[in-house]
Every structure is written in structure tokens, then in C-alpha cells.
């Protein structure tokens, strides 16, 4: 047959890039046999069987649903019906058409399912597909993640509906099944509406007049809407014959028709494409973190830094990109002098256990000054440079592998370094004792640097530490020069030199994002930020908040993620997010189909908006919902998407930003979705132990210690309930026994990870005093525990003499004790 060639085309750069979709209805896998050495049944022909076992010796009735009949058959017949369904959807091994293997070769993002057979996992046995094809079903006790489009480890099969395991409990096939559905968050359908929206599809099998798929899209608002641009992809439904009303129906949503089957769709159309497939394949195993065992390369400062003339409203407020460097229009500041002469004799000199670490305040400068001095290693001395920050999808392990491998960077810089918390500091100590030791450049933020940078992981590791300074008079010139050339001087357009110098130094202590925001609008930095987020009409104001919120959290989002988050999986709200791309309120982020705010530092200022005027909470249940759909068991707790949703449900954080009864919704929202992670029950029950809801935290942690078999986390906030529980009653009759094992957990927990994490000295420290005031009566014992307290004290004080906290409490108990031994 004919095959237009615009549809060649543009499924040909689809193919090309990764990013396509296939979803399938029953008449995809009717090629095929089944046990029953038949074909696998139509939707007619599986009513008819199910038929004689929910009405047997009664005459069949055509017109009777499909789902009736399987209710039917379930109460009277469960066993029967069991046995049936597996067999008539089981592929038998070696029945599958040779054109199948051309359709599960093609480079798919993912492929959705309604069926319930296991095509594709057999397809996966009997053909050397160029890819691991995985079937999961979004129905059962397990959680399954739906992999991201930029990390991609298989090719994901969702049976939305359950697959045979699930047979017949586990699969949505009747009302009553599809109903119970409804009432609890569902992942997979989520995330498949948003891709609805956000995607291409090709639609094969199915003529998607499937009542549960069309309720949830309605529900979700994903129609056309009148007035707006049409900015969902193109997709096209594969079946032979289709009705004109139905054609008009799927046109509204930019699905076009192509009238043929599935032999007919591989062996004709796809073949014409079959030269996109490899490089399909390769661009997927780029984006993918970890693709068939490989781990995702760090980028190399020279690749990335290849646009030079490349456009940006750097000077109105966006975070630098290497064009900034490259054109002048980040100025080249003293303190960047500085840091070049620091580190250029260690390039190529003897290298030390030392690490290079930029500090100061969001908005400070720091992303353009480590960006400078990593260009300049790279252009300047020909060195391999590697470059991490926050939008990277590597986690430490990651990291460190590639830095042992042949061929590693001679110098690792990495932005947003306390993106990776404590185990920042493991990192570089490692990094750092390799026989070749790489020079190592990070940026920090001035209040997370004692958070992140344990002395005790970092013994014998010099830390040279480079404060970003405000803005000097040399550098006020230098950025006035930049801002006149680039007609970006805004309200100081036109006044003498020595008035605009006057103005930038009496913004914002000279800080560098704040003072030119200030200075060139002649509005306050805070009020510019939220008139511009209240100003914006509903649907922008939701999706540019979540977005704001999540950069400033340190991640960005892809597009179908923001439709996930916000709920609101429609073309409205593409159009939203794309309005506000032109209007520069938002910029594309360095994965493809990313976005997130221009700046870090207006982002946060976006999230304390939101926060005072009480309206967070959606955006951070959404967040966490987002997230709580890409994670598994199988994946690194130091990738992304881990790290996304460890930061979201932070109990310390959800009770600080939004106080403890929203934090509660927050954990309710993705209970469903995380029942099974031990660190969720960990924060949750957290939360609970900080506001004396102890029944609640005992329950909450002996599900996360029952998950998460000896994780020192898990057992460090046990040992603070137990604690908690003694101090709570101390004339109860297991009170003493509670605080026994409470010490006894902690001192096991100091022995062992006391030099990677100083929190067990604080419960110890902190209950354990409240422990002898309120439980211990004789003199004597109270002395000699708070002297053993005393010691463990000094010790953590030792490991950790820049945590303020964990010196006051020493010298609390110091205090205690003198008090005791007096009286």
C-alpha cells in the first residue's frame, strides 16, 4: 500500500531520537498462538469462552459486555476462569510471527498495554532483540517504577490492566475491578495520560474506544481545547477500518488514522523506517543513566562548552551557560583571578589530597566562576575536564566508577555539590586516594558546607575554601560595561556612570543576581519575584510553582513530569508551560524536554512565597507523587530520582515548610505508591517521634525496620522512640528497659558509623541527658552515666568540631554533671 511520506518523515525522526510511544489493545498480539495451539482470542471470541463457564448450556448473547460476563464468571467460577485466562493469553514459545521481531526492534520509549498476554516476553526470548524488553504489571503488591524518559535502563512493557500473574484478582478486566481502582492513586495511568499529551504514540490494535482508558483522560481534561495550540505530538492508530465518526473524534486529539494490520504496519511501513533504528537505539543509550550495565559518561567540559554564540538573559536573571563564559557576558571577577592562579600549578604539577571548594550565597556567582576556571583547565591546558551539576543523572557510585576507568577526567568539577548530602564528603576522600588523584573543584552553598564536608570522611583531605565576595568596584564597572553593551541596562540606561555605580552598591551588599535585578529595574528582588508568579493566570501560575518549587529543590522537569505533578495532563497546560518558556519566566533545562526556572535563587524565593501564603502543599504532594512514580528497588538511592524523593518527603522538611498536618497529607498522597520502601515509613514515622505522636511512630518504624532489615538509619530513629518512649513515662514499668536498649542501639551506632555521621551523638547525647534528669534517681548513677555521656560528647565534638549543635550539647552535659556532683 501507499504510505504518504510525511508519516514516513516524521516517524523517522521520532524513531531517530527515542521518542516514541507503542500502545496496544488485544488485536496486536492476535497473530500469535496461544496453549491452546489457537491464535489469541479477540475481544468476541474471549467473551464466548468466558461465556460458557458464567453461563453454561446457555445460548450465547453477543451484545452481552465483556465485563459482565468476567464478573460473572468470577463469583461462581474463580478457578475455572483462572485456568481459561491463562491459557487462551499464554503465547506459546516459537508461534510468533517473524514481523513481530521488526516491532519490538524499534527504538520505543516505552510501550503500554491493555492486554494481558506475554507477547512481548516471549518475543524477548525467542528473537536477539538489540534491547532487554521487561514486562511489569501497575497492578500488585510490588511497586513498579515506569522508567523516565532520560533514564531508560530496559524496554519497559505497562500492562495498565495487570498481566497473567495477576490472573484473576490482580488485573482490571470487570466494572467492579476498574471501580475499586478509581479510589486509590494509580502510577501507571497517571503517567500514561501525561504521555498522552506530551508524546507521540503509535496505537496499534486498539480503536481506543476502551471506556476505562477514555474516563481517566477525560478525567485529566486531556481533549482538545478551543483557542489554543495544538502542541501534542502527532500519533497515528494502527488498525484496518475505522468509522468516519471515530476518525473525526481521534483527529481532535492528533491522531491520525492509517488503515492497516499489524503484519502489514512492520513489513510495509516500518521497514521504510528501519534505517532510524540504530541511532534510535544509540540516542537512548546516551540519555539512559545506566543502559545494558553501562554507567552514564561524565560530561567533558569540551563538549559541552560547543556554542559559543549561544543566546541567554544571563543579565536578567538566568542561571550561566558556557556561552556566558565564552562571550563576556558573566564577567571575569578578582575572585576568579584567584581561584585560576590556586588551582593552575596543580593541574600539571604534583598533585595532593586536597579538594578546591567555592563557597557562597545562592545568587552569588558561584556556578560562573567554577564554569570559568573549568573552561579555562579545558582551552587553555588541554585537559580532560569533567563536569557534574545538578541536572547530571550519575550517582556516586557512578562517579566513581568512571573515575577509575581508562580514559577518566584528569580534573572533576562538580556544581551544586551538596546536592549529595554527607556522602559528599566519602566521595572526594575516595576520589582523592586513587594513585593519579584527579584535581577535584566544587561549588557549595556557604550554609550547607558544614553539613556536607564531615573532617572525619575527609581525614588528611586539605580543603581550600574560596568565599565568593560581593561584588568589588572593579567588578561593578566590568558588569555596567556588560549591561550597556548587551542593552540590558534597564532603568539605569541613560544616567552617568558614577550614579549607576552608586545604584549597584547600595543593592543587595553587591551580590550578583540580586543587584542586577534591583539596579537595572529599580524594584525589590522579592517583590519582582512575586508580582511576576501572582500575575500569571491560573494554569501558569500552577505549572511555573511546581516547576519553581522542584528547581528549587535542584532538579528540573521533564514536560510529562510537570503533567504528572500538576495533575492537570492536558493541552491547557502544555500550552501554559510553553507560554511561559517564551516569555523567559522559564528556560529549558540541559536534559531534552526539560525545563525549570531561570534561577535557583528566584525559585527559592518562589517556594517561601508560596509557603506564607499557605499554598505548598499541592505543589509538594505532587512532587512527591511525581517522584514516587519513577523509583524501584533495584535502582541506586544516588540517582536522580531517588534523590528527588528523599528530599520531598525529608519529614525535618514537609514539618518546617508546611507544618505537620500538611506533611501528613504529603505522606498520604504517595502511601499507596511507597508501602513498600522502608525510608518512607522511616521519615513518616520521624515526623510522628518529633511531635510526641509515639503510638503512631512505633507503628510507622516497625514497618521500616521490618523493610529495611538493619539500615543504621532506621535503627538510630528507633533508638530516639525508645528513648523518647522512657523519658515520656519514666515511672513506667519497661521505662528503664527502653532507655537500656535505646543506649544500647546508639553505642553500637557510634562504634560503627560515628565518623560518617554525627546524629547518633546527638540522640545519645541530647536523650540520654534527658534520660538522667527525668530517670535516673540515685546520685551515683547519674553521675557515671552522664560522665560516659561527657566522653561520647568530646568524642563527636572531636570528629566534629564544626557542628555547633553537637558542642552546645556537650557542654550541656558538662554542665549537668558539675551541677550533680555539687549537690
Known amino acids: 500500500m ?74 461462581s467460577k474463580k478457578t475455572e476462569l483462572s485456568v481459561l485466562l491463562t491459557k487462551l493469553l499464554s503465547v506459546d514459545n516459537g508461534t510468533i510471527p517473524e514481523y513481530y521481531r521488526r516491532i519490538f526492534s524499534a527504538p520505543w520509549s516505552r510501550i503500554y498495554t491493555l492486554n494481558l498476554d506475554n ?22 503488591d510490588e511497586h513498579v517504577a515506569i522508567s523516565s524518559d532520560s533514564n531508560i535502563r530496559v524496554l519497559q512493557e505497562i500492562h495498565v490492566n495487570g498481566d497473567l500473574s495477576g490472573i484473576p484478582d490482580k488485573i482490571t478486566f470487570s466494572a467492579k475491578q476498574y471501580s475499586s481502582r478509581l479510589t486509590r492513586p494509580d502510577a501507571a495511568y497517571t503517567r500514561m495520560v501525561a504521555d498522552l499529551v506530551s508524546n507521540s504514540f503509535v496505537f496499534i490494535g486498539s480503536t481506543l474506544n476502551e471506556p476505562s482508558l477514555w474516563q481517566h483522560i477525560e478525567a485529566r481534561k486531556t481533549g482538545p481545547a478551543k483557542g489554543l495550540r495544538e502542541l501534542r505530538p502527532k500519533s497515528f492508530l494502527v488498525v484496518p477500518s475505522l468509522d468516519k465518526a471515530r476518525q473525526r473524534v481521534l483527529a481532535d486529539y492528533n491522531i491520525e488514522w492509517l488503515p492497516m494490520d499489524v503484519q502489514t504496519f512492520s513489513e510495509e511501513l ?11 537505539q544509540q540516542y537512548i543509550s546516551r540519555q539512559s543513566s545506566v543502559f545494558q550495565g553501562v554507567d552514564k559518561a561524565i560530561p567533558v567540559v569540551s563538549e559541552l562548552a560547543n556554542k559559543p554564540n549561544e543566546g541567554s538573559d544571563f543579565l536578567q536573571g538566568q542561571e550561566p551557560i558556557w556561552a556566558d563564559i565564552q562571550t563576556g557576558r558573566a564577567i571575569n571577577r578578582r575572585s576568579d583571578d584567584q581561584l585560576w592562579r590556586d588551582v593552575v600549578g596543580r593541574v600539571n604539577g604534583g598533585r595532593k589530597k586536597e579538594v578546591f571548594v567555592v563557597t557562597g550565597t545562592s545568587g552569588s556567582g558561584k556556578s560562573a566562576s567554577l564554569m570559568r576556571a573549568a573552561l579555562r583547565i579545558s582551552s587553555e591546558l588541554g585537559v580532560k575536564v569533567g563536569w557534574i551539576s545538578k541536572d547530571v543523572e550519575i550517582g556516586i557510585p557512578g562517579i566513581e566508577r568512571q573515575m577509575v576507568a581508562e580514559g577518566a577526567p584528569d ?5 551544586d555539590a551538596d546536592m549529595y548530602g554527607g556522602q559528599l564528603a566519602v566521595l572526594l576522600s575516595r576520589l582523592l586516594d586513587l594513585p593519579r588523584k584527579p584535581l577535584v573543584l566544587v561549588a557549595v552553598r556557604s550554609g550547607r558546607l558544614d553539613a556536607v564536608f564531615n573532617p572525619a570522611s575527609l581525614e588528611g583531605v586539605f580543603v581550600h575554601e574560596v568565599v565568593m565576595p560581593h561584588l568589588e568596584d572593579e567588578d561593578i564597572g566590568a558588569l555596567l560595561d556588560v549591561l550597556d553593551r548587551e542593552n540590558r541596562l534597564g532603568v539605569l540606561k541613560g544616567k552617568a556612570r558614577a550614579e549607576q555605580e552608586k545604584v549597584f552598591r547600595l543593592k543587595a551588599g553587591r551580590q550578583l543576581l540580586v543587584a542586577m535585578i534591583e539596579a537595572t529595574s529599580n524594584r525589590r528582588f522579592e517583590e519582582k519575584i512575586h508580582d511576576e508568579l501572582d500575575g500569571l493566570p491560573a494554569e501558569s501560575k500552577l505549572a511555573y510553582a511546581t516547576i519553581a518549587v522542584a528547581t528549587a529543590l535542584r532538579f528540573s522537569l521533564l514536560r510529562s513530569e510537570v503533567l504528572i505533578a500538576t495533575g492537570q495532563s492536558d493541552n491547557i497546560m502544555m500550552n501554559a508551560i510553553d507560554n511561559l518558556l517564551r516569555r523567559k519566566i522559564l528556560v529549558v533545562g540541559d536534559k531534552p524536554n526539560s525545563v525549570r526556572a531561570r534561577h535557583r535563587r528566584i525559585a527559592e524565593v518562589v517556594l517561601e512565597h508560596l509557603r506564607v501564603s499557605g499554598n505548598l502543599k499541592d505543589i509538594l504532594a505532587g512532587l512527591a507523587f511525581l517522584s514516587a512514580t519513577k523509583v524501584d528497588q533495584l535502582m541506586g538511592r544516588t540517582e536522580l530520582p531517588w534523590r528527588m524523593l ?30 513498600w520502601d522502608h525510608h518512607y515509613w522511616l521519615q513518616r514515622g520521624s515526623l510522628e517521634i518529633e511531635v510526641g505522636v509515639l503510638d503512631e511512630a512505633e507503628n510507622f518504624l516497625g514497618q521500616a525496620r521490618a523493610l529495611g532489615e ?15 518512649k522512657a523519658n515520656e513515662n519514666p515511672a513506667a514499668l519497661r521505662a528503664s528497659e527502653f532507655a537500656d536498649e535505646a543506649q544500647s542501639i546508639l553505642e553500637g551506632l557510634v562504634a560503627s558509623r560515628g565518623k560518617k555521621d554525627p546524629y547518633p551523638f546527638h540522640v545519645l547525647g541530647s536523650q540520654g541527658l534527658s534520660w538522667v534528669r527525668r530517670g535516673i534517681r540515685i546520685k551515683s548513677e547519674k553521675i557515671e552515666m552522664l560522665r560516659h555521656l561527657d566522653k561520647r560528647m568530646r568524642e563527636g565534638v572531636d570528629l566534629y568540631p564544626r557542628n555547633e549543635n553537637l558542642s552546645l550539647l556537650q557542654k550541656d552535659v558538662y554542665r549537668e554533671l558539675l551541677l550533680v556532683a555539687a549537690n
Open 646 to 675: 528523599r528530599t520531598i518527603i525529608n519529614h525535618d522538611f514537609l514539618a518546617r515548610t508546611l507544618g505537620v498536618d500538611d506533611a501528613r497529607s504529603v505522606y498520604i498522597v504517595v502511601e499507596g505508591l511507597l508501602s
Open 2 to 75: 501507499s504510505i504518504e511520506k510525511p508519516v514516513l518523515d516524521y516517524l523517522r525522526s521520532r524513531f531517530s531520537q527515542g521518542r516514541i510511544i507503542l500502545f496496544t489493545g488485544s488485536g496486536f498480539s492476535s497473530g500469535a498462538k496461544n496453549k491452546f495451539k489457537e491464535n489469541l482470542p479477540t475481544v468476541q471470541e474471549l467473551k464466548e469462552r468466558i461465556w460458557k463457564i458464567a453461563f453454561p448450556g446457555d445460548s450465547f448473547e453477543p451484545e452481552s459486555d465483556l465485563q459482565n460476563i468476567f464478573e460473572v464468571a468470577l463469583a
Open 270 to 280: 516500518l521497514k521504510k523506517v528501519e534505517d532510524s533504528f540504530v541511532p534510535g
Open 119 to 140: 507477547l512481548s516476553s516471549v518475543a524477548h526470548s525467542q528473537f536477539a532483540l538489540p534491547r532487554s524488553l521487561k514486562e511489569v504489571s501497575a497492578i500488585g
Open 710 to 724: 538493619d539500615d543504621p538509619f532506621v535503627e538510630n530513629a528507633w533508638a530516639y522512640l525508645l528513648y523518647k
Open 411 to 415: 580534573v572533576l568539577v562538580i556544581d
